[in-house]
T-cell receptor, first 114, second 114 residues
Framework: EPEVTQTPSHQVTQMGQEVILRCVPI?????FYWYRQILGQKVEFLVS????????KSEIFDDQFSVERPDGSNFTLKIRSTKLEDSAMYFC????????????FGQGTRLTVV | AQRVTQPEKLLSVFKGAPVELKCNYS??????LFWYVQYSRQRLQLLLR??SRESIKGFTADLNKGETSFHLKKPFAQEEDSAMYYC????????????????FGEGTQLTVNP
């Protein structure tokens, strides 16, 4: 069964550094998402992406964040100048078109900012 | 605004006992409700959604619009049901490119004891 794949599984970075989290969505899916989960807290929506542009973003997704689909298969989340509070589990998800379709999640990337 | 509340962070039952994981939501429009499950060290995966009205792994959930609830139930819990369960809401009818985000509850860690 096709899966959403995320790399790396764990990333440690120094505060102030830039990180890129990578995701390979399921190949025939059209909608792509990033969510994050800070330890002990709920899963929070960051951004959705459709037709090569951001379709919706949350208040968390400020200028520090950006997303890109550079080559038609990868879907990346870039965090510029990371802060300690960016430490979290980041989940990528993808979905086919249509309202009655579910979002499939990747296994997550644990980002630790030190 | 969309909000999902799962009042129990932890729930522990014995094998064979009935289990109910509570979920309440707040949303002014017409919602789609989902239950996602996360087994230890695995990805979030869809368990069931209210539109399908199906039973998966013995679990059922009924959308009660009067009480704004979507409680997850199983008459006889099994040890393999031990996992983290998340209730999630998606706006329905807001259009394909907007409103497709999932809003998650805090999650309930279910432990089924032998």
């Amino acid at each position: 069964e096709p899966e959403v794949t995320q790399t790396p599984s764990h990333q440690v970075t120094q505060m102030g550094q830039e990180v890129i989290l990578r995701c390979v969505p399921i190949s025939n899916h059209l909608y792509f998402y990033w969510y994050r989960q800070i330890l002990g807290q709920k899963v929070e929506f960051l951004v959705s992406f459709y037709n090569n542009e951001i379709s919706e973003k949350s208040e968390i997704f400020d200028d520090q964040f950006s997303v890109e689909r550079p080559d038609g298969s990868n879907f990346t989340l870039k965090i510029r100048s990371t802060k300690l509070e960016d430490s979290a589990m980041y989940f990528c998800a993808s979905r086919k078109g249509g309202w009655n379709t579910e979002a499939f999640f990747g296994q997550g990337t644990r980002l630790t900012v030190v | 605004a969309q909000r999902v509340t799962q009042p129990e962070k932890l729930l522990s039952v014995f094998k064979g006992a009935p289990v109910e994981l509570k979920c309440n939501y707040s949303y002014s429009g017409s919602p789609e409700l989902f239950w996602y499950v996360q087994y230890s060290r695995q990805r979030l995966q869809l368990l069931l959604r209210h539109i399908s009205r199906e039973s998966i792994k013995g679990f059922t959930a009924d959308l009660n619009k009067g009480e704004t609830s979507f409680h997850l139930k199983k008459p006889f819990a099994q040890e393999e049901d031990s996992a983290m369960y998340y209730c999630a809401l998606r706006a329905r009818g807001a259009g394909e490119t907007s409103g497709s985000r999932l809003t998650f509850g805090e999650g309930t860690q279910l432990t089924v004891n032998p």
